[in-house]
């Protein structure tokens, strides 16, 4: 028995070749026969022919270098369609308004696509545009009206706290963006404030004045914006003749010298007026409407209460105003007012108390 126990666990034919086992009567043993007839050991493969060196090289060239995927589902094709992105470069070779744009509107200039300059561009083009937020004071000095339009205009005087006039000086600031700066206000000015919806979409400028001139009916337009004063007459008479060429000669001939007649320089031109001056009471500095609040007689409004709160006890007559040099758009606003092209204009000075 302790000889069968042995042959079975002696290697097997496929790791080293067995050697025949006889009894004692020189037969096979049984242990063996089964091995023999069980045992059986198959090659299920076949051995791969060698590659030359070459591709083995090749092969190992493309596994360093390309990236396989993992998987099928994370190969992505290839767009050979794809559209490439630009981008536009500037030289900045010390320019003042270098990558800079100019609002036609608010006249402001910012950078585009600068987060910052872009918010701070919105938040003042919506205050030129729509007026200055105005929360309301606790003191108002109303200037009772019986037609606003669901606003309300107040009164604003030097003698007011400092939060009255830091806020005087913020719409000042406005309206110098189109009327200039250095000459609007100074401390003896009232100041008219016309608030709707909350922001203050107006705002007029007045000043004591004891005398003022009559503009000029003989002045035309060129008169307002300091244009010269010459008309250009074609001379039909005046002919150069070159053969068949005929050259017609312009001459420059000035106007009449008005024997009664001044010029009034100032900060928006020059204009001419009678020489003889007239006593005035009221002298209209500067009145400025926001842009989208024009055209809707807020302009006559703040004249109206100027004119009924100005002086204690009376109402100034449409006759004891002045305006100051005034631009094509004040020009327009006057000969409605006053229903004339003739009205009292008056020059402005630069007060500082």
Same mark, same amino acid.
């Not at 083995?56 to 990236?67: A, G, Q, R």
């Not at 004891?320 to 092209?341: I, M």
């Given at each position: 028995?302790? =000889?069968? &126990?042995? =042959?079975?666990?002696?290697?097997? #034919?496929?790791?080293?070749?067995?050697?025949?086992?006889?009894? $004692?009567?020189?037969?096979?043993?049984?242990?063996?026969?089964?091995?023999?007839?069980?045992?059986?050991? @198959?090659?299920?493969?076949?051995?791969?022919?060698?590659?030359?060196?070459?591709?083995?090289?090749?092969?190992?060239?493309?596994?360093?270098?390309?990236? %396989?995927?993992?998987?099928?589902?994370?190969? /992505?094709?290839?767009?050979?369609?794809?559209?490439?992105?630009?981008?536009?470069?500037?030289?900045?070779?010390?320019?003042?308004?270098?990558?800079?744009?100019?609002?036609?509107?608010?006249?402001?200039?910012?950078?585009?696509?600068?987060?910052?300059?872009?918010?701070?561009?919105?938040?003042?083009?919506?205050?030129?545009?729509?007026? &200055?937020?105005?929360?309301?004071?606790?003191?108002?000095?109303?200037?009772?009206?019986?037609?606003?339009?669901?606003?309300?205009?107040?009164?604003?005087?030097?003698?007011?706290?400092?939060?009255? %006039?830091?806020?005087?000086?913020?719409?000042?600031?406005?309206?110098?963006?189109?009327? $200039?700066?250095?000459?609007?206000?100074?401390?003896?000015?009232?100041?008219?404030? @016309?608030?709707?919806?909350?922001?203050?979409?107006?705002? !007029? &400028?007045?000043?004591?004045? %004891?005398?003022?001139?009559?503009? =000029?009916?003989?002045?035309?337009?060129?008169? @307002?914006?300091?244009?010269?004063?010459?008309?250009?007459?074609?001379?039909?008479?005046?002919?150069?003749?070159?053969?068949?060429? $005929? !050259?017609? /000669?312009?001459?420059?001939?000035?106007?009449?010298?008005?024997?009664?007649?001044?010029?009034?320089?100032?900060?928006?031109?020059?204009?001419?007026?009678?020489?003889?001056?007239?006593?005035?009471?009221?002298?209209?500095?500067?009145?400025?409407?926001?842009?989208?609040?024009?055209?809707?007689?807020?302009?006559?409004?703040? !004249?109206?209460?100027?004119?009924?709160?100005?002086?204690?006890?009376?109402?100034?007559?449409?006759?004891?105003?002045?305006?100051?040099?005034?631009?094509? #758009?004040?020009?327009?606003? #006057?000969?409605?007012?006053?229903?004339?092209? =003739?009205?009292?204009?008056?020059?402005?000075?630069?007060?500082?108390?």
């Amino acid at each position: 028995m302790q =000889s069968k &126990i042995s =042959s079975f666990f002696k290697p097997s #034919a496929s790791v080293a070749p067995k050697s025949p086992i006889f009894n $004692g009567h020189g037969q096979d043993d049984e242990l063996t026969i089964w091995e023999k007839k069980e045992h059986r050991f @198959f090659n299920t493969y076949t051995r791969r022919a060698q590659k030359s060196h070459s591709e083995t090289l090749k092969k190992s060239i493309c596994d360093n270098w390309c990236f %396989k995927p993992e998987s099928k589902a994370s190969v /992505r094709p290839i767009n050979n369609k794809k559209k490439r992105s630009y981008a536009q470069f500037h030289l900045d070779l010390g320019q003042s308004d270098f990558n800079l744009h100019t609002c036609s509107a608010c006249g402001i200039n910012y950078a585009p696509g600068e987060r910052d300059d872009e918010k701070a561009h919105k938040a003042f083009h919506k205050d030129y545009t729509h007026g &200055i937020p105005f929360k309301g004071w606790c003191n108002e000095r109303l200037v009772p009206m019986p037609c606003t339009e669901g606003g309300r205009i107040i009164l604003v005087l030097d003698c007011d706290p400092p939060v009255y %006039k830091k806020k005087v000086e913020e719409v000042v600031k406005m309206m110098e963006i189109e009327l $200039g700066s250095g000459w609007t206000f100074h401390k003896s000015c009232k100041v008219y404030l @016309f608030i709707s919806s909350r922001r203050i979409a107006g705002c !007029l &400028i007045a000043e004591p004045i %004891k005398q003022a001139f009559k503009l =000029s009916s003989r002045s035309e337009d060129g008169g @307002f914006h300091g244009t010269s004063i010459k008309k250009i007459e074609s001379q039909k008479s005046a002919t150069l003749q070159f053969g068949v060429i $005929g !050259l017609k /000669r312009e001459v420059n001939k000035k106007a009449p010298s008005f024997a009664c007649s001044v010029a009034l320089d100032g900060n928006l031109g020059a204009i001419i007026c009678e020489r003889e001056a007239v006593p005035a009471v009221c002298g209209i500095r500067a009145i400025w409407v926001t842009p989208s609040n024009r055209r809707k007689h807020i302009a006559s409004q703040l !004249l109206d209460a100027m004119r009924k709160s100005f002086c204690m006890g009376f109402v100034l007559e449409r006759s004891q105003l002045a305006f100051s040099q005034p631009t094509s #758009a004040g020009k327009k606003l #006057a000969f409605r007012y006053f229903g004339t092209r =003739s009205f009292l204009v008056y020059k402005t000075n630069n007060l500082d108390s």
